[in-house]
């Protein structure tokens, strides 16, 4: 087995990791970014499509933000439609920010681009690396690839290897699992259609949940609620058109988004998870390591994005300084954000989906509750100000 040592050993090359490789490199701290998949189907990956106020100005203070600025799509408004009815939550006017239309995967594009122009050490398809020895003074992070094992000691472990990673595990006795599971899934598509408006419309409709986003002005984002038991077989295109035609109804008409050929599909289960805390020794985790959302605050990869900014900047007080306190209190100061954001996603995707198991009451109680928010300005401000972030 081959061993090397650098100062910080990054484990999941999303945003998350490759944001955090970037930022410590850029504060002089030598980073080995390990990614179990190849670069192609990395940057392939089809996911979030918000980014918040918030994030996109870290994105923008690291010096990678030019591109999501040229070509991301600003947007000032979303629209609820419920009950056939259109309201538009006009969220710059009662914040002053606005979010950006910018794919994850054009994100994750331009981090890959620019570690490697900075001459990163980033290694994609190592399969699944593992975490060990993170009580002691060298932890390490061990892989194989081109038929050889590899082992790299640190002085820390960070794992930014998503909801299904070595980072959870690597906790061990120490984390405690905090859990919602819904008891559906978004099916996603991408198409090659122009979009029909320019804002983000989330429909809630008696057969269920809708989203209409965008990526550019020829591709179109959807998404529709469907049974978490559901597959994609079972989903032909005309039933995902129709379906979304009729989630999407005004005034008791159909509302047809504009067709198109769809090219990317996907089922993505809808789940609250915090594992806390979010350290031990001298592992870290960051991003959907530590926490998923479900997606209907779209927040996911906003969290990762924060994340990793304090845990960067604890690091490198902890490297030029060596005072630890950033680090000792990097778990509570990153749940402080984390549960608001939960709590967030959990009201967007209460207030917006159907459950099978709702009664008459309950549903009416969500349409009175949806009526406040598009009819009181206290209640609308409260949803821009956490959508906008
Ligand atoms: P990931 O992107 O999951 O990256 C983890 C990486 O680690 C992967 O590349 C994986 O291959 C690698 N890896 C895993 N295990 C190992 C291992 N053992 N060794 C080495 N590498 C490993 N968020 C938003 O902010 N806004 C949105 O609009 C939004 N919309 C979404 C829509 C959908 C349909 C979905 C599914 C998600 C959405 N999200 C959104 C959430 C967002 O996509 C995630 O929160 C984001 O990907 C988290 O980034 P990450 O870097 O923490 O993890
Ligand atoms: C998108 C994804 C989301 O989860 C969301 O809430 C809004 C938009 C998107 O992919 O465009």
């Given at each position: 087995?081959s ?6 050993v ?14 410590l490199h ?24 918000v ?5 996109a100005d ?6 990678v933000?030019?591109?999501m600025?040229?070509e ?8 609820l439609?419920?009950d056939?009815?259109?309201h ?6 009662l914040?002053?920010?606005h979010i950006?239309?910018y794919g994850?995967?054009e994100?994750?594009?331009d981090?890959t ?10 290694r ?10 993170i009580d002691?003074?060298?932890?390490s992070?061990?892989?194989?690839a081109d038929g050889g094992?590899?082992?790299i ?9 998503g909801?299904h990673?070595?980072g ?8 405690t ?7 559906f899934?978004?099916?996603g598509?991408?198409a090659?259609a122009a979009?029909?408006i320019h ?10 949940f809708a989203?209409?986003s965008m ?5 179109t ?6 049974p978490?038991?559901?597959r994609?077989?079972e989903?032909p295109d005309e ?9 999407f ?13 769809i090219f990317?599909?996907?089922?993505a289960?809808l789940?609250?998870?915090v ?7 001298r592992?870290?985790?960051?991003g959907?390591a530590?926490h998923?959302v ?7 990869m906003?969290?990762?994005i924060?994340d990793?900014?304090?845990?960067a900047r ?5 490297v030029?300084t ?7 209190t990097?778990t509570?100061?990153?749940l402080?954000?984390?549960?608001r954001a939960?709590?967030f996603?959990w009201w ?19 349409t ?6 598009v009819?009181?300005?206290?209640y609308?401000?409260a949803?821009?100000?956490?959508y906008v972030g």
């Amino acid at each position: 087995m081959s061993t090397e040592r650098t100062q910080v050993v990054v484990v999941g090359a999303g945003p998350a990791g490759l944001l955090l490789s970037h930022l410590l490199h850029e504060e002089g701290i030598a980073t080995i970014l390990v990614e179990a998949q190849d670069r192609d189907y990395v940057q392939a990956r089809v996911r979030a499509g918000v980014i918040e106020h918030g994030a996109a100005d870290i994105l923008r203070r690291a010096g990678v933000g030019d591109r999501m600025d040229r070509e991301g799509l600003p947007h000032e408004g979303i629209e609820l439609r419920f009950d056939g009815t259109a309201h538009r939550i006009a969220m710059t006017d009662l914040t002053g920010r606005h979010i950006t239309v910018y794919g994850q995967q054009e994100i994750v594009h331009d981090l890959t681009e620019r570690r490697l122009a900075d001459g990163g050490d980033v290694r994609f398809a190592c399969g699944p690396a593992a975490i060990h020895d993170i009580d002691s003074a060298e932890p390490s992070v061990t892989y194989t690839a081109d038929g050889g094992e590899h082992r790299i000691v640190a002085d820390f472990v960070v794992a930014c290897d998503g909801a299904h990673g070595a980072g959870r595990p690597a906790l061990g006795g120490a984390l405690t699992p905090i859990e919602k599971v819904y008891p559906f899934a978004w099916l996603g598509i991408l198409a090659h259609a122009a979009p029909r408006i320019h804002e983000l419309v989330y429909a809630n409709h008696e057969n269920g949940f809708a989203l209409y986003s965008m990526r550019s002005p020829t591709v179109t984002r959807l998404y529709l609620q469907v049974p978490s038991t559901d597959r994609l077989e079972e989903w032909p295109d005309e039933r995902i058109w129709d379906e979304l035609a009729l989630r999407f109804s005004l005034d008791g008409q159909p509302w047809e988004p504009t067709r198109g050929e769809i090219f990317e599909r996907s089922l993505a289960p809808l789940r609250s998870y915090v594992g806390e805390p979010m350290q031990r020794g001298r592992l870290f985790l960051a991003g959907d390591a530590a926490h998923t959302v479900p997606p209907t605050g779209a927040k996911g990869m906003n969290l990762a994005i924060r994340d990793v900014d304090l845990l960067a900047r604890a690091l490198t007080e902890q490297v030029r300084t060596g005072e630890e306190a950033g680090l000792r209190t990097y778990t509570d100061r990153a749940l402080r954000a984390v549960w608001r954001a939960e709590y967030f996603s959990w009201w967007m995707t209460t207030m917006l989906h159907r459950f099978d198991a709702d009664s008459a009451f309950d549903r009416r109680v969500q349409t009175a509750q949806l009526t406040n928010v598009v009819s009181s300005r206290a209640y609308s401000t409260a949803l821009a100000e956490n959508y906008v972030g």
